[in-house]
């Protein structure tokens, strides 16, 4: 669709969207519901992620910040969002920011997680992992990072086997198809 942004870029980090996530952060901390609000956030952001339709109006410059919070809060009512959730987001639609939305969830995201002590981890495998590998990679995360990992998952077929994992910006490649490059490369120069 033109104009839409990708996934990535609707994510992306920026100054606004974390200025907002930190006075949200430090509000939901000073009012004992930091763990309520970030689970609206996750919910919030899983709303998004399924509906291409809603990441698109959200994101849209077409339309007036005020009309995206209404559109978004009546897609979110089932979430029963907190009282500070509905604020923050509110302040971001009536000072016209509701296109740092994205970057607001990211932002709050990763002050949750440095807050908890926690470490996100994005898998790529080459097919879908079941819940039994998932518990291992987690397991097997937690141990050689020293604390707890929040993962998430992407297929990539390309990858012909194996994964790739990325934790802030160490890359783990085990993957098939960097293993036969390697080889290919090694060939060529001999």
């Not at 994101?59 to 209404?70: E, H, I, M, T």
Request: hydrophobic share 45%; aromatic share 6%; proline share 2%.
């Amino acid at each position: 669709m033109p104009g839409s942004l990708s996934d990535n870029q609707q994510f992306r980090e920026t100054e606004a969207g974390e200025r907002y996530a930190k006075a949200a952060f430090e509000l939901a901390e000073d009012n004992k519901v930091l763990d309520v609000v970030h689970g609206d956030i996750v919910a919030l952001k899983a709303l998004l992620l399924s509906s291409a339709e809603l990441r698109t109006f959200v994101g849209s410059q077409v339309y007036k910040s005020d009309v995206k919070l209404s559109g978004l809060l009546a897609v979110a009512a089932g979430l029963n969002l907190n009282d500070l959730t509905r604020k923050a987001l509110g302040v971001l639609a009536s000072n016209g920011r509701m296109d740092h939305l994205f970057p607001f969830i990211t932002a709050f995201n990763k002050l949750y997680d440095a807050k908890k002590g926690i470490v996100s981890a994005e898998v790529t495998s080459a097919v879908a992992l079941s819940d039994a590998q998932l518990d291992d990679l987690k397991k097997a995360l937690a141990k050689t990072l020293g604390q707890s990992a929040e993962i998430s998952t992407r297929v990539d077929p390309a990858l012909l086997g194996g994964l790739k994992v990325r934790v802030g910006s160490r890359l783990f490649d085990a993957s098939l198809k960097t293993k036969l490059d390697s080889l290919k490369f090694a060939l060529k120069r001999a």
